[in-house]
Structure formats: C-alpha cells, structure tokens
C-alpha cells in the first residue's frame, strides 16, 4: 500500500458572503481559524482512490461535483466513482453556490462563484501533491466513545423545533482513521463523529468550528508532521452539548473553542491507545455510485395550490411558489421526486466507505450503515459530494420538524416520502467479488422511477 498527504489551506482569501444561516447575509468580518482541505490518496497495484475532507459547508452545486470528480480522478490516475469529497459542514465558512431557491435572494452571489473557482483549484492542487508524493504505509481503523453531541430535536407543544434535547438520541461512536508510515510512524490522523458544527453559531468570523479546535490541539499534540482531518457522519440532528443553555441554544465565543478541541484530543488519545487498532490491508480499492430516485409527496403540483403561498409570512415558501409558478408557465412540471447518490468506496474485502450526498439524520443513518454486515465494517458519511438535503427516517419524518421541508428550497412537489432510509440501503453496494473490476461500470438507478425515462427538467 502505498499512500499520499497534502493539505490545502481553502480559507477565502477575499471577501465573500458566509453559508450556513439564510438570514446572516453580509461578508465575513475577519478570520478566527483556518479552513483546510485535505487530500489522501491511497494506492495498492494499479488501483488508486482519493479521499478529500474539507472545513466547507458541503460541496453543494449539483453541476460542480461530477465535473471535479472528472478533474480529480485525471489527477490522480482513478475512476471517478473512487473520488470521494467529505465536507465537515461548519457553518463558519463561505457560501458555495448550489442553484438553490437560497441563491435568489444571495447578497453576493459573483463572490461566491468566483470562491468556488478557486477553491477547487486548491482541491485540484492537493490532489495532484498527494499523488505525486506517495509513500509505503498502512491504514488503521478504530472507535471509540464520545459524550460530544446532543440531540437538537425537541418536541414542544406538539411540535418538533430546534432545541437541546439532553435524552434523545446520538451517534455516541467516535471513529478514528490512522495514516502511518513504513516506520510504522503516525503521517495522519482522521476523526469521524457526527455533529454539526455550529458551536458559534451565525457570527462573522471564518471558522471550521469545533473541528478547527480539534486540528490545532493534534497539533499541538503531534507536531507539524503529522496531518488531522475530519470526517463528517450523520450528525443532522445533533450540536455540540456546549450550546445548550436550558431548553434554547446560545453562540459560543470563539475562546470557547479551545477547551472544546482539547475534550475532542482526550477522547481521540483514548481510542488511539486504546490497543483495538484494525489494520485495513489486501486493498481492492473499488468504488461506485448509486442513484436514488427518491418520490416526494405531491402536495403542490398545480397553480392554484401554489398561488395562497405568495402571501406566506414565510419568505422560502414566497419563493418556493415563485419558482414552481415560474416552472408551470414555462410549461414545466415541478419534480415531484428528488435524484439522490449513494457511494460505495470498498477499501478492501472487509472495508468500506458510505457515502450520502445528504444531510443524513441519526436513525437514517445507522439504517444506511447497517447493510454492510458485521463482520464486515464501514464508516458513513454524510455531505458527501454535495449536500442537497434533510435525509430523515420514516420515523423522524412522521414527528415532522424543519429537518423535513427541504422541498422548499429545491423545488420539489413536497416532502420526501417515508421509506428513504430503505432506498438509500438499498443503493450500498455488496462487498466487490474477487473477480470485479477495479471500479463499477455505471451508477445504478434505485426506486419507484427507476425504470422510466426522465421528463425534461431545470433544476432549481
């Protein structure tokens, strides 16, 4: 095996509009830490992948994603469906352009764009560094235990809002990926938990949050040698316990950080010395990407339902209607299911990668991770290639809850139908026979309009 390590600094180096909260619309004010995007290209015989984890909100334009992937995999020498691209979430950093109903009423949508040109070329010159820099290594996967998130779906008066819920469920598993050397030296680290990082809240400083924390203590810890990345689980449904104040969620200081990343070091030590490292070998490398045609409930599919939400209070749902209306005069159909991608990165016979481009909540995501059958591990992964929506369980869908009306910034007919966790499952690729190429031959399309040509349509 043998592996490359680059690290890019992404932080914009001009002024642009921030992501993560719709009413915060302004430029950023200043920089509090760095933003960083790593790449780890791994190779074993004639087969590489690419592993990227990036301090972003998601990598979120729908068009941007397959056309880095093509860039990236002719860097590396690998198949597209063998690129994987992380994003950590933070809400500390840019706005990226995703041609969603958010982007009309973007403050500065030139600066956003003219962000995200140069920030895949640095994602394309890490990539090419971490290929041209390959070393003779082994990988590493264990876990352990984390106190860190708190559920944030509290039900309150019949309803579901966005609030500490000390008793509900999390994913309590922190995850660790060790890069060593031939000298059986520590090159990298990685860290997979599932929370959002929004620890600050809507302040506007550049920051990666809680996972810049964590980086600058490993590296404190380990030196400069060695390269921290994060991985970003299923964590939609969760925040760092840290906000909670009573039943409301408060913005932390920036100082507030420090004793966080330094929390994260201790429980990241413990599973590295833990003595239950899994060596990851025998490498196939072997990646693929499902589609899922997710149908969505037909709640707004004429006119004359949509034009009573021109006068909501709610400005997404004025302009939800605006852009369904616009599509029906055009003599468009509003979609009424959403196009949804499951990647399958299979390490080895006995390792793999799931990736959603999805804001996965817990319970969709435990379901989605448990088609790989123990003994068989995975890792899954949220904001993978983009991150186009909630993604609740039938379950959290029923309780109901913001996590459940991402149609509004699509725009779809409605809500996502319940049994998208069983879609998604049903997308992850069984282990790679002995006998399989080295990459998939095409994605596979999954659900209830799999077999019928597409109507024509914008994506808004």
């Given at each position: 095996m043998r592996i490359g390590l680059a690290c890019r600094n992404i932080t914009p180096p001009f002024r642009t509009t921030m992501g993560g909260y719709g009413a915060r619309q302004d430029h950023f004010d200043g920089v509090h830490d760095p933003l960083t995007f790593t790449a780890i290209v791994i190779e074993e015989g004639?087969?590489?992948?690419?592993?990227?984890?990036?301090?972003?909100?998601?990598?979120?334009?729908y068009a941007s994603p397959p056309s880095l992937h093509k860039r990236l995999a002719r860097i590396v020498g690998c198949p597209e469906e063998n690129v994987l691209l992380n994003a950590s979430h933070t809400h500390g950093g840019p706005h990226i352009v995703d041609r969603s109903i958010f982007d009309s009423f973007t403050q500065d949508i030139e600066s956003a764009k003219r962000y995200k040109a140069w920030l895949f070329d640095q994602v394309a010159e890490a990539a090419h560094e971490a290929a041209g820099s390959l070393f003779e290594g082994t990988l590493w996967f264990a876990e352990g235990k984390t106190g860190f998130p708190m559920n944030r779906r509290l039900e309150r008066n019949g309803e579901v809002v966005n609030a500490p819920r000390p008793d509900g469920p999390i994913d309590g598993r922190m995850q660790t990926l060790t890069i060593r050397n031939k000298a059986g030296e520590i090159a990298a680290i990685g860290m997979r938990l599932s929370c959002h990082p929004v620890a600050t809240g809507a302040q506007h400083?550049?920051?990666?949050?809680?996972?810049?924390?964590?980086?600058?203590?490993?590296?404190?810890?380990?030196?400069?040698?060695?390269?921290?990345?994060?991985?970003?689980?299923?964590?939609?449904?969760?925040?760092?316990r840290h906000a909670a104040n009573g039943d409301r969620w408060r913005e932390l200081n920036h100082a507030e950080l420090e004793p966080i990343g330094r929390e994260l070091l201790a429980e990241s030590l413990a599973i590295l010395t833990s003595g239950k490292q899994l060596q990851i070998s025998d490498l196939i490398l072997q990646g693929k990407i499902n589609t899922v045609c997710a149908p969505c409930r037909k709640r707004y599919t004429q006119a004359a339902q949509l034009k009573p939400l021109l006068q909501s209070d709610n400005r997404y749902e004025r302009l939800y209607a605006q852009e369904c209306l616009r599509l029906i005069e055009s003599g468009k159909e509003v979609p009424d299911h959403a196009d949804l991608h499951v990647q399958t990165l299979w390490l080895s016979r006995e390792f793999a990668l799931i990736g959603l481009n999805v804001e996965p909540l817990l319970a969709l995501g435990a379901y989605v991770e448990s088609a790989i059958a123990p003994p068989r591990r995975a890792i899954l992964l949220g904001y993978t290639n983009g991150a186009l929506c909630y993604a609740p369980d039938s379950a959290e869908m029923k309780r109901g809850g913001y996590e459940?009306?991402?149609?509004?910034?699509?725009?779809?007919?409605?809500?996502?139908?319940?049994?998208?966790?069983?879609?998604?499952?049903?997308?992850?690729?069984?282990?790679?026979?002995?006998?399989?190429?080295?990459?998939?031959?095409?994605?596979?399309?999954?659900?209830?309009?799999?077999?019928?040509?597409?109507?024509?349509?914008?994506?808004?």
């Open positions: 004639p087969r590489r992948a690419l592993i990227g984890a990036a301090d972003l909100i998601g990598f979120t334009d400083l550049i920051t990666a949050d809680f996972v810049g924390a964590w980086r600058a203590e490993m590296s404190r810890a380990f030196g400069p040698k060695v390269i921290p990345f994060f991985l970003q689980g299923s964590g939609a449904d969760t925040r760092p459940t009306t991402s149609y509004l910034f699509q725009p779809w007919t409605g809500p996502l139908l319940p049994g998208l966790e069983k879609l998604l499952a049903e997308a992850v690729v069984a282990v790679p026979g002995r006998q399989s190429p080295a990459s998939g031959t095409g994605s596979r399309r999954i659900g209830a309009r799999a077999a019928k040509p597409r109507r024509t349509q914008r994506r808004a």
